[in-house]
Protein backbone atom coordinates (compact mmCIF):
# COMPACT_ATOMS: atom_id res chain seq x y z
CA UNK A 1 0.00 0.00 0.00
CA UNK A 2 1.45 3.35 -0.78
CA UNK A 3 0.11 6.16 1.10
CA UNK A 4 -0.17 9.59 -0.86
CA UNK A 5 -0.86 12.85 -0.99
CA UNK A 6 -0.81 15.15 -4.23
CA UNK A 7 0.35 18.71 -3.88
CA UNK A 8 -0.64 20.75 -7.09
CA UNK A 9 -2.63 17.73 -8.13
CA UNK A 10 -4.23 19.25 -11.01
CA UNK A 11 -6.58 16.50 -12.46
CA UNK A 12 -4.72 13.45 -11.11
CA UNK A 13 -2.45 12.17 -13.07
CA UNK A 14 -0.32 10.41 -10.32
CA UNK A 15 -3.69 8.47 -9.20
CA UNK A 16 -4.18 7.86 -12.77
CA UNK A 17 -0.74 5.83 -12.57
CA UNK A 18 -0.83 4.11 -9.28
CA UNK A 19 -4.30 2.87 -10.42
CA UNK A 20 -3.00 2.14 -13.86
CA UNK A 21 0.29 0.13 -12.18
CA UNK A 22 -2.02 -2.35 -10.30
CA UNK A 23 -0.80 -1.84 -6.63
CA UNK A 24 -2.37 -0.87 -3.77
CA UNK A 25 -2.97 2.98 -2.61
CA UNK A 26 -4.58 5.45 -0.99
CA UNK A 27 -4.75 9.27 -2.09
CA UNK A 28 -4.93 10.62 1.67
CA UNK A 29 -4.96 14.09 0.51
CA UNK A 30 -4.57 17.04 -2.31
CA UNK A 31 -3.61 19.89 -1.96
CA UNK A 32 -5.61 21.97 -5.13
CA UNK A 33 -6.89 25.30 -5.32
CA UNK A 34 -8.03 25.92 -8.74
CA UNK A 35 -11.52 24.82 -8.90
CA UNK A 36 -11.70 23.76 -12.28
CA UNK A 37 -9.06 21.24 -11.28
CA UNK A 38 -10.20 19.44 -8.00
CA UNK A 39 -13.37 19.44 -9.72
CA UNK A 40 -12.10 17.40 -12.68
CA UNK A 41 -10.10 15.40 -10.30
CA UNK A 42 -12.87 14.73 -8.51
CA UNK A 43 -15.31 13.80 -11.62
CA UNK A 44 -12.63 11.15 -13.04
CA UNK A 45 -11.19 9.14 -9.79
CA UNK A 46 -14.80 9.53 -7.68
CA UNK A 47 -17.57 9.75 -10.21
CA UNK A 48 -21.01 10.97 -9.88
CA UNK A 49 -21.15 13.99 -7.82
CA UNK A 50 -22.93 13.01 -4.23
CA UNK A 51 -24.82 16.63 -3.83
CA UNK A 52 -26.58 15.24 -0.80
CA UNK A 53 -24.97 16.62 1.82
CA UNK A 54 -25.55 20.04 0.38
CA UNK A 55 -28.87 20.32 -0.71
CA UNK A 56 -30.39 22.38 1.70
CA UNK A 57 -27.46 24.73 1.40
CA UNK A 58 -28.23 28.08 0.71
CA UNK A 59 -25.87 30.26 -1.64
CA UNK A 60 -24.57 32.41 1.26
CA UNK A 61 -23.76 29.31 3.55
CA UNK A 62 -21.70 28.01 0.50
CA UNK A 63 -20.03 31.29 0.05
CA UNK A 64 -19.23 31.41 3.18
CA UNK A 65 -17.66 27.83 3.08
CA UNK A 66 -16.11 28.71 -0.12
CA UNK A 67 -14.41 32.09 -0.04
CA UNK A 68 -12.17 31.18 2.78
CA UNK A 69 -10.90 28.37 1.19
CA UNK A 70 -8.77 31.13 -1.24
CA UNK A 71 -9.76 29.15 -4.31
CA UNK A 72 -9.16 30.11 -8.41
CA UNK A 73 -10.77 30.14 -10.72
CA UNK A 74 -7.84 30.59 -13.48
CA UNK A 75 -5.56 29.24 -11.47
CA UNK A 76 -3.73 32.54 -10.90
CA UNK A 77 -5.41 34.50 -8.76
CA UNK A 78 -7.65 34.09 -6.03
CA UNK A 79 -11.28 34.26 -6.59
CA UNK A 80 -13.65 36.99 -4.98
CA UNK A 81 -17.20 36.49 -3.21
CA UNK A 82 -18.32 38.45 -5.89
CA UNK A 83 -17.29 36.39 -8.75
CA UNK A 84 -18.52 33.30 -7.00
CA UNK A 85 -21.42 35.20 -6.06
CA UNK A 86 -22.71 35.01 -10.05
CA UNK A 87 -22.18 31.08 -9.82
CA UNK A 88 -25.11 28.85 -9.31
CA UNK A 89 -26.40 27.10 -6.09
CA UNK A 90 -26.08 24.22 -7.84
CA UNK A 91 -22.59 25.02 -9.43
CA UNK A 92 -21.02 26.11 -5.95
CA UNK A 93 -22.53 22.68 -3.92
CA UNK A 94 -20.95 21.01 -6.76
CA UNK A 95 -17.56 22.55 -6.02
CA UNK A 96 -18.10 22.28 -1.98
CA UNK A 97 -18.73 18.42 -2.33
CA UNK A 98 -15.62 17.77 -5.09
CA UNK A 99 -13.34 19.77 -2.30
CA UNK A 100 -14.64 17.63 0.24
CA UNK A 101 -14.92 14.33 -0.85
CA UNK A 102 -11.12 14.71 -2.43
CA UNK A 103 -10.15 15.58 1.06
CA UNK A 104 -8.46 18.69 -0.48
CA UNK A 105 -6.67 20.54 1.94
CA UNK A 106 -6.54 23.56 -0.52
CA UNK A 107 -4.21 26.29 -0.87
CA UNK A 108 -0.77 25.29 -0.26
CA UNK A 109 0.55 28.22 2.02
CA UNK A 110 -2.48 26.99 4.54
CA UNK A 111 -0.90 24.16 5.12
CA UNK A 112 1.75 23.40 7.92
CA UNK A 113 2.94 20.25 10.04
CA UNK A 114 -0.90 20.61 12.05
CA UNK A 115 -2.92 19.70 9.34
CA UNK A 116 -0.92 17.98 7.58
CA UNK A 117 -1.19 14.06 7.17
CA UNK A 118 0.90 11.08 9.12
CA UNK A 119 2.23 7.88 7.62
CA UNK A 120 2.72 9.20 4.08
CA UNK A 121 4.59 7.36 1.92
CA UNK A 122 4.56 10.06 -0.80
CA UNK A 123 4.65 13.23 -1.66
CA UNK A 124 4.69 14.78 -4.47
CA UNK A 125 4.39 18.10 -5.85
CA UNK A 126 4.06 19.25 -9.50
CA UNK A 127 4.37 23.07 -8.64
CA UNK A 128 3.55 25.59 -11.55
CA UNK A 129 5.93 25.92 -14.31
CA UNK A 130 4.77 29.62 -15.46
CA UNK A 131 7.92 31.14 -14.12
CA UNK A 132 10.47 28.68 -14.78
CA UNK A 133 9.44 28.14 -18.75
CA UNK A 134 10.88 29.21 -22.06
CA UNK A 135 7.92 30.86 -22.67
CA UNK A 136 7.72 32.86 -19.97
CA UNK A 137 11.37 34.46 -20.57
CA UNK A 138 9.74 35.35 -24.06
CA UNK A 139 7.49 37.57 -21.40
CA UNK A 140 10.55 38.89 -19.36
CA UNK A 141 9.61 36.62 -16.72
CA UNK A 142 12.93 35.67 -15.15
CA UNK A 143 11.96 35.48 -11.83
CA UNK A 144 11.90 31.58 -11.94
CA UNK A 145 12.23 30.04 -8.40
CA UNK A 146 13.98 33.19 -6.72
CA UNK A 147 12.97 32.26 -2.94
CA UNK A 148 12.36 36.48 -3.00
CA UNK A 149 10.32 36.16 -6.01
CA UNK A 150 6.58 35.91 -4.98
CA UNK A 151 5.51 34.19 -7.48
CA UNK A 152 3.43 30.66 -8.67
CA UNK A 153 6.56 28.88 -9.50
CA UNK A 154 8.04 29.84 -5.79
CA UNK A 155 5.31 27.61 -4.37
CA UNK A 156 7.93 24.86 -4.50
CA UNK A 157 9.00 26.85 -0.70
CA UNK A 158 6.30 26.01 0.67
CA UNK A 159 7.43 22.76 0.28
CA UNK A 160 10.15 23.33 1.93
CA UNK A 161 8.43 25.06 4.63
CA UNK A 162 6.13 21.77 5.28
CA UNK A 163 8.63 19.43 5.39
CA UNK A 164 11.29 21.63 7.50
CA UNK A 165 7.77 22.32 10.14
CA UNK A 166 7.33 18.43 10.22
CA UNK A 167 10.89 17.99 11.12
CA UNK A 168 11.55 20.71 13.55
CA UNK A 169 7.93 19.52 15.38
CA UNK A 170 8.98 15.67 15.46
CA UNK A 171 6.31 14.67 12.58
CA UNK A 172 6.93 12.16 10.57
CA UNK A 173 8.53 13.52 6.92
CA UNK A 174 6.60 11.54 3.82
CA UNK A 175 9.24 8.37 2.83
CA UNK A 176 9.24 9.68 -0.59
CA UNK A 177 8.84 12.58 -2.53
CA UNK A 178 8.28 13.22 -6.39
CA UNK A 179 8.53 16.44 -8.18
CA UNK A 180 8.19 17.08 -11.95
CA UNK A 181 8.41 20.04 -13.78
CA UNK A 182 9.66 21.43 -17.40
CA UNK A 183 13.48 20.60 -17.66
CA UNK A 184 14.22 24.85 -17.81
CA UNK A 185 14.59 24.01 -14.06
CA UNK A 186 18.33 22.44 -14.81
CA UNK A 187 19.06 25.73 -16.70
CA UNK A 188 21.91 28.29 -15.89
CA UNK A 189 19.19 30.84 -14.91
CA UNK A 190 17.76 28.41 -12.07
CA UNK A 191 20.26 25.45 -11.14
CA UNK A 192 21.75 27.26 -8.63
CA UNK A 193 18.33 27.44 -6.97
CA UNK A 194 17.37 23.70 -7.44
CA UNK A 195 21.05 23.10 -6.05
CA UNK A 196 19.60 25.19 -2.95
CA UNK A 197 16.20 23.01 -3.14
CA UNK A 198 18.56 19.50 -3.26
CA UNK A 199 20.53 20.55 -0.45
CA UNK A 200 17.74 21.22 1.66
CA UNK A 201 16.64 17.80 1.17
CA UNK A 202 19.63 16.35 1.82
CA UNK A 203 19.35 18.26 4.59
CA UNK A 204 16.05 16.81 6.19
CA UNK A 205 17.76 13.33 5.12
CA UNK A 206 16.25 12.72 1.73
CA UNK A 207 18.76 10.84 -1.02
CA UNK A 208 17.96 12.44 -4.52
CA UNK A 209 17.79 11.11 -8.12
CA UNK A 210 17.13 13.51 -10.91
CA UNK A 211 15.66 12.39 -14.46
CA UNK A 212 15.49 14.37 -17.28
CA UNK A 213 12.17 12.14 -19.55
CA UNK A 214 10.48 12.01 -23.13
CA UNK A 215 7.44 10.76 -22.35
CA UNK A 216 7.85 9.01 -26.59
CA UNK A 217 10.45 6.87 -24.96
CA UNK A 218 7.94 5.24 -22.19
CA UNK A 219 4.92 4.08 -24.70
CA UNK A 220 3.27 7.80 -25.21
CA UNK A 221 2.96 9.21 -29.19
CA UNK A 222 3.69 12.89 -27.50
CA UNK A 223 7.51 14.34 -27.55
CA UNK A 224 7.40 15.66 -23.88
CA UNK A 225 10.50 16.40 -22.03
CA UNK A 226 10.16 16.90 -18.18
CA UNK A 227 12.87 16.60 -15.10
CA UNK A 228 11.59 14.86 -12.48
CA UNK A 229 12.93 14.18 -9.02
CA UNK A 230 12.72 11.11 -6.90
CA UNK A 231 13.90 12.11 -2.78
CA UNK A 232 14.21 8.71 -0.86
CA UNK A 233 14.37 9.59 2.89
CA UNK A 234 16.91 7.39 3.99
CA UNK A 235 16.10 5.39 7.34
CA UNK A 236 19.66 5.42 8.28
CA UNK A 237 23.06 6.00 6.54
CA UNK A 238 23.61 2.35 5.98
CA UNK A 239 21.07 2.47 2.95
CA UNK A 240 22.45 4.95 0.92
CA UNK A 241 24.31 2.76 -1.20
CA UNK A 242 21.45 0.44 -1.05
CA UNK A 243 19.52 3.27 -2.95
CA UNK A 244 22.51 4.54 -5.28
CA UNK A 245 22.72 0.59 -5.95
CA UNK A 246 19.27 0.88 -6.80
CA UNK A 247 18.60 3.43 -9.10
CA UNK A 248 22.42 3.17 -11.10
CA UNK A 249 21.12 -0.87 -11.86
CA UNK A 250 17.39 0.76 -12.61
CA UNK A 251 18.15 3.93 -14.94
CA UNK A 252 15.17 4.63 -17.00
CA UNK A 253 17.02 7.68 -18.82
CA UNK A 254 19.18 4.80 -20.09
CA UNK A 255 17.06 3.94 -23.37
CA UNK A 256 18.99 0.71 -24.05
CA UNK A 257 17.43 -0.92 -21.58
CA UNK A 258 13.98 0.94 -21.74
CA UNK A 259 12.83 1.73 -25.75
CA UNK A 260 9.34 2.04 -26.55
CA UNK A 261 7.88 0.65 -23.83
CA UNK A 262 4.28 -0.54 -24.93
CA UNK A 263 4.39 1.89 -27.87
CA UNK A 264 1.08 2.49 -29.41
CA UNK A 265 0.24 4.15 -32.52
CA UNK A 266 -0.58 7.77 -32.89
CA UNK A 267 -3.46 7.17 -34.49
CA UNK A 268 -4.81 5.16 -31.59
CA UNK A 269 -5.20 8.45 -29.61
CA UNK A 270 -6.97 10.74 -32.52
CA UNK A 271 -11.00 10.32 -32.66
CA UNK A 272 -11.26 10.32 -36.47
CA UNK A 273 -14.90 8.56 -36.74
CA UNK A 274 -16.71 11.37 -37.98
CA UNK A 275 -19.95 9.53 -38.44
CA UNK A 276 -19.77 9.71 -34.83
CA UNK A 277 -22.18 12.37 -33.93
CA UNK A 278 -19.71 13.90 -30.82
CA UNK A 279 -16.66 13.01 -32.58
CA UNK A 280 -17.58 15.40 -35.48
CA UNK A 281 -19.15 18.33 -33.25
CA UNK A 282 -15.76 18.13 -30.76
CA UNK A 283 -14.19 18.33 -34.50
CA UNK A 284 -15.67 21.55 -35.72
CA UNK A 285 -15.21 23.03 -32.22
CA UNK A 286 -11.57 22.77 -32.84
CA UNK A 287 -11.85 23.88 -36.10
CA UNK A 288 -10.26 27.77 -36.38
CA UNK A 289 -10.44 30.29 -39.21
CA UNK A 290 -8.74 30.13 -41.54
CA UNK A 291 -5.79 32.82 -40.96
CA UNK A 292 -2.13 33.53 -42.76
CA UNK A 293 -0.80 32.36 -39.64
CA UNK A 294 -2.91 29.92 -38.85
CA UNK A 295 -1.52 28.55 -41.96
CA UNK A 296 1.76 28.90 -41.50
CA UNK A 297 1.04 26.73 -37.70
CA UNK A 298 -0.40 24.08 -39.93
CA UNK A 299 2.35 23.57 -42.45
CA UNK A 300 4.67 23.72 -39.71
CA UNK A 301 2.85 20.75 -37.18
CA UNK A 302 0.64 18.97 -39.80
CA UNK A 303 0.47 15.79 -38.09
CA UNK A 304 -2.66 14.08 -40.18
CA UNK A 305 -2.54 14.70 -44.20
CA UNK A 306 -6.29 13.51 -45.27
CA UNK A 307 -6.34 10.05 -43.59
CA UNK A 308 -2.72 9.45 -43.45
CA UNK A 309 -0.66 10.13 -40.54
CA UNK A 310 2.29 11.42 -41.16
CA UNK A 311 4.47 11.37 -38.19
CA UNK A 312 4.88 9.44 -35.17
CA UNK A 313 4.38 11.72 -32.79
CA UNK A 314 3.39 15.07 -31.74
CA UNK A 315 4.94 17.83 -30.30
CA UNK A 316 4.18 18.71 -26.64
CA UNK A 317 0.98 19.56 -25.33
CA UNK A 318 0.31 22.89 -23.96
CA UNK A 319 -2.50 24.55 -22.10
CA UNK A 320 -3.95 25.96 -25.43
CA UNK A 321 -3.98 24.70 -28.92
CA UNK A 322 -4.96 27.35 -31.41
CA UNK A 323 -0.58 28.11 -31.03
CA UNK A 324 2.74 27.81 -31.91
CA UNK A 325 4.83 25.95 -30.98
CA UNK A 326 1.41 23.54 -31.50
CA UNK A 327 1.31 19.63 -30.51
CA UNK A 328 -0.29 18.58 -33.89
CA UNK A 329 -2.48 19.85 -36.65
CA UNK A 330 -4.27 17.49 -39.05
CA UNK A 331 -6.14 17.87 -42.37
CA UNK A 332 -9.77 18.86 -42.11
CA UNK A 333 -11.40 19.52 -45.73
CA UNK A 334 -14.19 17.07 -46.55
CA UNK A 335 -16.13 17.66 -42.63
CA UNK A 336 -15.75 21.16 -41.60
CA UNK A 337 -19.07 23.49 -42.10
CA UNK A 338 -16.81 26.74 -42.17
CA UNK A 339 -13.31 27.88 -41.05
CA UNK A 340 -10.22 26.24 -42.18
CA UNK A 341 -8.89 23.11 -44.13
CA UNK A 342 -7.34 21.86 -40.81
CA UNK A 343 -7.99 21.32 -36.81
CA UNK A 344 -6.27 21.10 -34.32
CA UNK A 345 -6.62 18.49 -31.71
CA UNK A 346 -9.32 18.33 -29.71
CA UNK A 347 -9.91 17.97 -25.72
CA UNK A 348 -10.61 14.89 -25.77
CA UNK A 349 -7.73 13.67 -27.80
CA UNK A 350 -5.86 15.86 -25.36
CA UNK A 351 -6.67 13.98 -22.85
CA UNK A 352 -5.70 10.56 -24.05
CA UNK A 353 -2.46 12.16 -25.44
CA UNK A 354 -1.88 12.58 -21.54
CA UNK A 355 -2.52 8.96 -20.85
CA UNK A 356 -6.05 9.39 -19.53
CA UNK A 357 -9.32 7.13 -20.50
CA UNK A 358 -11.88 8.18 -22.74
CA UNK A 359 -14.71 7.09 -19.89
CA UNK A 360 -12.45 10.43 -17.93
CA UNK A 361 -13.06 12.95 -20.20
CA UNK A 362 -17.01 11.26 -20.80
CA UNK A 363 -17.33 12.03 -16.69
CA UNK A 364 -15.85 15.55 -17.03
CA UNK A 365 -18.75 16.28 -19.97
CA UNK A 366 -21.38 14.63 -18.29
CA UNK A 367 -21.32 15.98 -14.90
CA UNK A 368 -20.14 19.44 -16.24
CA UNK A 369 -21.79 21.98 -13.62
CA UNK A 370 -23.73 25.14 -15.33
CA UNK A 371 -22.16 27.47 -13.25
CA UNK A 372 -24.09 30.66 -15.12
CA UNK A 373 -26.80 30.42 -18.08
CA UNK A 374 -25.79 29.45 -21.24
CA UNK A 375 -22.27 29.00 -19.71
CA UNK A 376 -20.88 25.67 -18.15
CA UNK A 377 -17.65 24.94 -15.87
CA UNK A 378 -15.61 22.79 -18.43
CA UNK A 379 -15.03 24.97 -21.89
CA UNK A 380 -13.17 23.51 -24.91
CA UNK A 381 -9.91 26.24 -23.81
CA UNK A 382 -10.55 25.18 -20.05
CA UNK A 383 -10.16 21.97 -21.02
CA UNK A 384 -7.19 21.97 -22.98
CA UNK A 385 -5.95 23.80 -20.37
CA UNK A 386 -6.41 21.16 -17.93
CA UNK A 387 -4.74 18.72 -19.92
CA UNK A 388 -1.81 20.78 -20.57
CA UNK A 389 -1.12 21.70 -17.24
CA UNK A 390 -0.93 17.52 -16.23
CA UNK A 391 1.58 14.61 -16.41
CA UNK A 392 1.84 12.05 -18.95
CA UNK A 393 0.84 9.02 -17.16
CA UNK A 394 2.28 6.33 -18.82
CA UNK A 395 6.19 8.73 -17.35
CA UNK A 396 4.54 8.38 -14.18
CA UNK A 397 4.08 4.36 -13.93
CA UNK A 398 7.87 3.64 -14.62
CA UNK A 399 8.30 6.10 -11.50
CA UNK A 400 5.51 5.21 -9.22
CA UNK A 401 7.13 1.32 -9.77
CA UNK A 402 10.85 2.53 -8.86
CA UNK A 403 9.24 4.30 -5.72
CA UNK A 404 7.33 1.03 -4.93
CA UNK A 405 10.12 -1.18 -5.37
CA UNK A 406 12.17 1.13 -3.00
CA UNK A 407 9.43 1.18 -0.18
CA UNK A 408 9.67 -2.33 -0.11
CA UNK A 409 13.23 -2.61 -0.12
CA UNK A 410 14.05 -0.31 2.43
CA UNK A 411 10.39 -0.26 4.80
CA UNK A 412 9.68 -3.60 4.76
Same mark, same amino acid.
Given at each position: M???VE??S?I ?8 K??I?Y?? +?NIL ?6 F???D?? #? ?5 LT?Y?N???V?LL???VP???? +?????P?? !??SL? @???V???? *?V?A??N?? #??L???? !?V????F??N??V?TY ?8 I?G?? #???LS????D???R ?5 E?E ?6 YD ?7 F?LM?NVSN ?6 K =??F??W???? &???? /??? !?VY ?6 F?SP??? *? =???M? $?VLLP??H?K??VE??FI???IED?S??RD =?N ?5 ? /?? !? ?6 IY +???? #? ?5 DT ?5 ? /?KE? &?IL???? +?? $?R ?5 T ?5 H??AG????? &???IG?S?YR????RE?F?LM??D?DDF??IL @???P??Q ?5 Y $?R??L &??L????I??D ?6 S??YDL ?5 R
Amino acid at each position: MLNVVEAFSGIGSQAKALKKLGINYNV +INILEWDISAFVAYDFI #HNGEPDLTPYKNYTKVQLLDELVPLNLS +IDGKNPVT !RVSLN @MWSVEALR *VVLAAYNRT #HNLGDIQ !RVGYHNFPTNVDVLTYSFPCQDLSIGGAW #HNNLSGIDRDANNRSGLLWEVERILQELYDNDKDLPRFLLMENVSNILSNRHK =RNFYDWKQQL &EHLG /YYN !RVYTLDASKFGSPQKR *V =RTFMI $SVLLPNEHTKDVVEDYFINNDIEDDSKYRD =RNSRPLED /YL !RLDYTNPIY +ISEA #HNSNPNDTPSRRKI /YKEN &EILNKSN +II $SRYIGTLTTKQDRHPNAGILEFP &EHRIGGSPYRNLTPRECFLLMGFDEDDFDRIL @MYNPQIQKNKKLY $SRSRL &ERLAGNSIVVDVLIEIFSQIYDLKILLYR
